[in-house]
């Protein structure tokens, strides 16, 4: 075991004593946040739990579907090709499931919001949980305006901005975001499942178009099957660097691309406080959803690849517009003569990135309530309304839509790109957290002698390797994300923060925060996982109904 993770021991706590019998509680440590039952599970009246197992796989789902499929994968499969982008997106993913497995175990256990940031208080740090909580912020303070501009931008595929000004759309959409998530959080949960619905309605039906078309079943267009995996190839050979490390250099930028597309698939846990029956049904969302997620992903991204180049001069002119015409399923059926998908693709691309927003939204707000629960935040976010919703957060989040404006002044397409390498960079941060995060809490299970599987409401399969692989993969694609700005010529101040300006931030606030509170790092032996689950055993789930009749067929979300 790796000297970080052992921790320092605690001699002033008898583990032994700890969850023997119903009647015993666990003592706990000074040193630890204050873990009282009635303390820490008070959001839970707050807090009204309104999101249930449908709400939750659907949310789930709907938020790793929108621009980065929709849009990035046209920018992906310009600079890794066929074969680089379709593995660029299939890795991602296996990796963002050790992430996901991982978050949910814990939230299994800890169901409350904020998720990770307040994991990491009880076992890691209480400095990394300040650190991650305002990174997490300062994320979802770019990534929510990057949706509400591309859906300004999607609207101008119908009119354009000499017409109205996008400023318009931008208000708009930033007041509907803002008044959704100020309503009880089932209206919230209904309409991501209706959008949901539409996104997977949408993609299935690009993929039966997609292969028509490649089958050559569309009338005066010739079978194309692996075509363009073959001219103009596998890879495409990037920044015009020869050999095999500009086709390898090509497929590595990939990996950026879909850790946008990926981001906030964790997301599944941080409403925890608000889902009912959350230590079942998170880690079913968890065990489900990455099935689905592969499929929807790495199908729709290899069906891409065999219709469109990676050399069309359609998807190469389409990089600076911005609009639904840079999506290479547009693109395919506008090549096969098919004109009314752009306008129907238009239409869903504009409620999932809608959607993505809201989505962001209720993230970032339960994230900031989970700050002020834990005395990082102003108390005041932590009042809420008649509906159970934290307003005071709310509101101070729809502040930053006003970002937005910026592209008032620059291209539209430009500032989203500079959102977008934001948002990645951030979340690869937060991916390696909740592996670090977690791994402490897996070496604090084998150190108390708590075995997993029996002992905790869900253990997590292949750990502690898929956080291992997970953690050391992200860390080495976040400091190698802006390699092209170190060759020769090709030096962009923009890109370069874009892709680190998040490691100074995360380390600042970490390091900050330990300096000014005089924090130390939790100990393996005094992390109170013992304590969890004796509130997990005195507070038992329903048991789930058997599902009948038609209920049977909903495989998406049962």
């Known amino acids: ?64 579907i929108g621009t980065g499929l929709f849009l990035g994968s046209g920018r992906a499969l310009v600079t890794g090709g066929p074969v680089g982008i379709f593995l660029g997106y299939l890795l991602t993913g296996l990796l963002v499931s050790g992430v996901v497995i991982s978050i949910a175990e814990m939230s299994a256990l800890v169901p409350l919001s904020g998720s990770i940031i307040r994991q990491a208080e009880y076992f890691f740090d209480p400095a990394l949980s300040f650190a991650q909580g305002w990174n997490t912020m300062y994320n979802y303070s770019v990534g929510i305006p990057a949706e509400i501009v591309a859906a300004g931008v999607l609207i101008e595929f119908w009119i354009s901005s000499s017409q109205v000004s996008s400023a318009v759309w931008i208000t708009v959409l930033g007041l509907l975001v803002i008044s959704t998530n100020l309503l009880f959080i089932r209206v919230y949960g209904e309409m991501e499942f209706v959008f949901a619905i539409l996104k997977i309605l949408l993609i299935v039906g690009l993929i039966i178009m997609g292969l028509c078309i490649d089958l050559g079943g569309v009338s005066g267009q010739p079978r194309l099957g692996f075509h363009y995996w073959r001219d103009p190839g596998p890879f495409v050979q990037y920044l015009s660097i020869p050999g095999p490390l500009g086709r390898f250099c090509g497929f590595w930028t990939t990996f950026s691309n879909a850790a946008y597309a990926y981001s906030g698939v964790e997301g599944i846990a941080n409403a925890a406080a608000e889902t009912r029956n959350p230590r079942r049904n998170i880690p079913k969302a968890a065990k489900r959803i990455f099935v689905r997620v592969l499929i929807f992903y790495v199908l729709s991204v290899f069906v891409v690849t065999l219709l469109v180049p990676s050399n069309s001069e359609d998807l190469l002119s389409a990089q600076g517009k911005g609009n639904a015409a840079q999506s290479p399923f547009v693109i395919a059926a506008s090549l096969a003569g098919i004109k009314v998908v752009p306008h129907i693709m238009n239409a869903v691309v504009l409620t999932s990135a809608w959607s993505a927003a809201n989505s962001g939204m209720l993230t970032s707000t339960r994230t900031l309530y989970g700050l002020a629960r834990e005395g990082h935040a102003p108390k005041f976010l932590l009042w809420t309304n008649r ?115 998040n490691l100074p931030l995360i380390f600042g606030l970490f390091f900050g925060y330990k300096w000014v509170k005089g924090t130390k790092m939790v100990g393996l032996e005094e992390m109170p996982v013992k304590y969890y689950i004796e509130i997990a055993k005195e507070n038992p789930e329903e048991d789930d109904k058997p599902t009948k009749g038609w209920r049977r067929f909903t495989i998406l979300w049962s």
């Open 1 to 64: 075991m790796l000297p970080f993770f052992e921790g320092k021991e605690n001699t002033d706590i008898d583990i032994e004593k700890v969850g023997v019998t119903d009647n015993e509680r666990l003592d706990i440590p000074e040193s630890l946040p204050a873990l009282r039952e009635e303390e820490v599970f008070k959001e839970k009246k707050d807090l009204k739990r309104g999101l249930e197992q449908r709400h939750i796989q659907m949310i789930a789902l709907a938020g790793t």
């Open 387 to 501: 509906f159970g919703i934290p307003y005071m957060c709310v509101m101070c989040v729809g502040v930053f839509i006003s970002l937005g404006y910026m592209t008032l002044s620059n291209n539209a397409s430009i500032v989203f790109a500079w959102f977008q390498d934001l948002v990645s960079t951030a979340a690869l941060v937060q991916w390696c957290i909740i592996c670090i995060v977690y791994l402490r809490f897996y070496y604090a299970c084998q150190r108390q002698k708590i075995d997993r599987y029996t002992e905790l409401p869900w253990a997590g399969p292949f750990q502690p390797y898929a956080a291992w692989v997970s953690l050391l993969s992200f860390a080495t694609i976040l400091l190698t994300a802006g390699y092209p700005v170190f060759i020769k010529g090709d030096w962009d101040s923009e890109e370069f923060i874009g892709a680190y300006f």
